[in-house]
């Protein structure tokens, strides 16, 4: 079941899918756009054993800040018990990806759908070093 919700922000949209929170990232994500998706992020990934999935489907633009949206959600939810997995296919984002080994810690899948069959097999969150 979806229960869809309005743009929290222009770079956000929030959903539950499948008893999950969706982080629906939208646009360009920057320094700004980080700055307006933390709030909701840390909500999201505050409640004991969260179950996130982050699709960045609909982005643009990618730089650092996105990737240290990434790093605090999954140290947040591995903190918590939880479980949070990614969806990406965007060809450089993927590239940031695996060169900063994050893909080893995050794997990307292809669609939402890809994301939340991945996470009832997905064992409880550990907290391995970056």
């Known amino acids: 079941m979806r229960h869809e919700s309005a743009p929290l922000t222009r770079h956000l949209r929030v959903l539950r899918e499948r008893g999950h929170t969706v982080l629906e990232f939208r646009g360009e994500i920057d320094i700004a756009a980080a700055e307006e998706i933390v709030p909701h992020l840390d909500a999201a990934t505050a409640v004991p054993d969260p179950r996130v999935v982050i699709d ?75």
């Open 56 to 130: 960045l489907s609909r982005i643009e633009f990618f730089d650092c800040s996105g990737l240290r949206l990434l790093y605090r959600a999954r140290h947040r939810v591995a903190d918590r018990r939880g479980r949070l997995q990614l969806v990406c296919t965007h060809p450089l984002t993927l590239r940031m990806l695996r060169i900063t080994g994050l893909s080893r810690l995050l794997p990307p899948r292809p669609t939402l759908k890809a994301a939340l069959e991945a996470a009832r097999e997905q064992p409880e969150a550990t907290t391995d070093p970056v």
